[in-house]
Protein backbone atom coordinates (compact mmCIF):
# COMPACT_ATOMS: atom_id res chain seq x y z
CA UNK A 1 0.00 0.00 0.00
CA UNK A 2 0.98 3.65 -0.39
CA UNK A 3 -0.56 6.20 1.62
CA UNK A 4 -1.15 9.95 -0.47
CA UNK A 5 -1.22 12.96 1.54
CA UNK A 6 -1.71 16.55 -0.12
CA UNK A 7 -1.56 19.98 0.93
CA UNK A 8 -1.35 23.15 -0.25
CA UNK A 9 -4.93 24.10 -1.84
CA UNK A 10 -6.85 27.33 -0.83
CA UNK A 11 -8.44 30.22 -1.92
CA UNK A 12 -6.68 32.53 -4.38
CA UNK A 13 -7.44 35.52 -6.73
CA UNK A 14 -6.91 34.96 -10.66
CA UNK A 15 -3.62 35.60 -11.93
CA UNK A 16 -2.08 34.20 -8.45
CA UNK A 17 0.03 31.02 -7.22
CA UNK A 18 -0.40 28.46 -5.26
CA UNK A 19 1.92 25.23 -4.76
CA UNK A 20 0.46 21.89 -3.61
CA UNK A 21 2.16 19.16 -2.23
CA UNK A 22 1.66 15.04 -2.08
CA UNK A 23 3.59 13.57 0.52
CA UNK A 24 3.91 9.61 -0.45
CA UNK A 25 4.56 6.82 2.23
CA UNK A 26 4.59 3.22 2.37
CA UNK A 27 5.27 0.83 -0.55
CA UNK A 28 6.89 4.11 -2.71
CA UNK A 29 9.80 1.13 -4.87
CA UNK A 30 5.81 -0.22 -6.72
CA UNK A 31 5.40 3.18 -7.93
CA UNK A 32 6.07 4.15 -11.32
CA UNK A 33 5.12 7.64 -11.80
CA UNK A 34 3.23 10.36 -10.12
CA UNK A 35 0.41 12.51 -11.00
CA UNK A 36 -2.09 15.38 -10.18
CA UNK A 37 -5.59 15.36 -11.16
CA UNK A 38 -8.68 17.56 -10.88
CA UNK A 39 -12.06 17.45 -10.41
CA UNK A 40 -14.28 20.54 -10.68
CA UNK A 41 -18.07 20.56 -9.76
CA UNK A 42 -20.19 18.33 -12.44
CA UNK A 43 -17.37 17.32 -14.63
CA UNK A 44 -14.64 14.02 -14.67
CA UNK A 45 -11.92 13.71 -13.03
CA UNK A 46 -9.30 14.99 -16.17
CA UNK A 47 -4.94 14.17 -15.65
CA UNK A 48 -3.16 17.66 -15.03
CA UNK A 49 0.44 16.90 -14.80
CA UNK A 50 2.81 13.80 -14.72
CA UNK A 51 6.47 12.98 -13.60
CA UNK A 52 7.76 9.37 -14.45
CA UNK A 53 10.22 7.56 -11.91
CA UNK A 54 12.83 8.57 -14.88
CA UNK A 55 11.55 12.37 -14.15
CA UNK A 56 9.98 13.11 -17.50
CA UNK A 57 6.91 15.02 -17.19
CA UNK A 58 3.17 15.87 -19.73
CA UNK A 59 0.87 18.70 -18.85
CA UNK A 60 -2.65 19.00 -20.11
CA UNK A 61 -2.92 21.39 -22.65
CA UNK A 62 -5.01 23.58 -20.53
CA UNK A 63 -2.42 24.12 -17.96
CA UNK A 64 0.93 24.18 -20.31
CA UNK A 65 3.26 27.27 -19.51
CA UNK A 66 1.33 27.57 -16.38
CA UNK A 67 1.78 24.27 -14.34
CA UNK A 68 5.15 22.91 -13.37
CA UNK A 69 5.12 19.12 -11.98
CA UNK A 70 8.69 18.25 -9.95
CA UNK A 71 9.28 15.54 -7.64
CA UNK A 72 12.10 15.55 -4.24
CA UNK A 73 12.84 12.02 -4.29
CA UNK A 74 14.64 11.91 -1.10
CA UNK A 75 11.32 13.50 0.24
CA UNK A 76 8.90 10.97 -1.62
CA UNK A 77 7.43 14.49 -2.07
CA UNK A 78 5.36 15.71 -5.57
CA UNK A 79 4.66 19.25 -5.91
CA UNK A 80 2.79 21.24 -8.26
CA UNK A 81 3.77 24.55 -8.92
CA UNK A 82 0.49 26.28 -10.06
CA UNK A 83 1.12 29.92 -12.10
CA UNK A 84 -1.45 32.58 -13.43
CA UNK A 85 -4.21 30.83 -11.94
CA UNK A 86 -7.59 31.07 -13.66
CA UNK A 87 -11.49 30.82 -12.27
CA UNK A 88 -11.93 27.96 -14.27
CA UNK A 89 -8.77 26.16 -12.80
CA UNK A 90 -10.77 25.83 -9.75
CA UNK A 91 -11.41 22.31 -8.46
CA UNK A 92 -10.12 19.31 -6.56
CA UNK A 93 -6.85 18.64 -7.12
CA UNK A 94 -5.75 14.70 -6.55
CA UNK A 95 -2.61 13.19 -5.97
CA UNK A 96 -2.02 9.99 -7.61
CA UNK A 97 0.47 7.11 -7.62
CA UNK A 98 0.47 4.63 -10.56
CA UNK A 99 1.54 1.49 -10.33
CA UNK A 100 1.78 -1.84 -12.39
CA UNK A 101 -1.98 -2.95 -10.97
CA UNK A 102 -3.30 0.53 -10.78
CA UNK A 103 -3.34 3.97 -8.95
CA UNK A 104 -3.58 4.77 -5.53
CA UNK A 105 -5.10 8.28 -4.72
CA UNK A 106 -5.23 11.21 -2.11
CA UNK A 107 -7.77 12.51 -0.75
CA UNK A 108 -7.78 15.75 -2.67
CA UNK A 109 -7.22 19.32 -1.45
CA UNK A 110 -9.82 22.40 -2.86
CA UNK A 111 -8.38 24.86 -5.19
CA UNK A 112 -10.43 27.72 -5.55
CA UNK A 113 -9.44 30.90 -7.86
CA UNK A 114 -12.16 33.73 -7.70
CA UNK A 115 -12.55 36.54 -10.45
Known amino acids: QVQLVESGGGLVQAGGSLRLSCAAS????????MAWYRQAPGKQRELVAE???????GYADSVKGRFTITRDSPKNTVYLQMNSLKPGDTAVYYC?????????WGRGTQVTVSS
Open 96 to 104: AALYVAGTY
Open 51 to 57: ITSGGST
Open 26 to 33: GRIFTINS
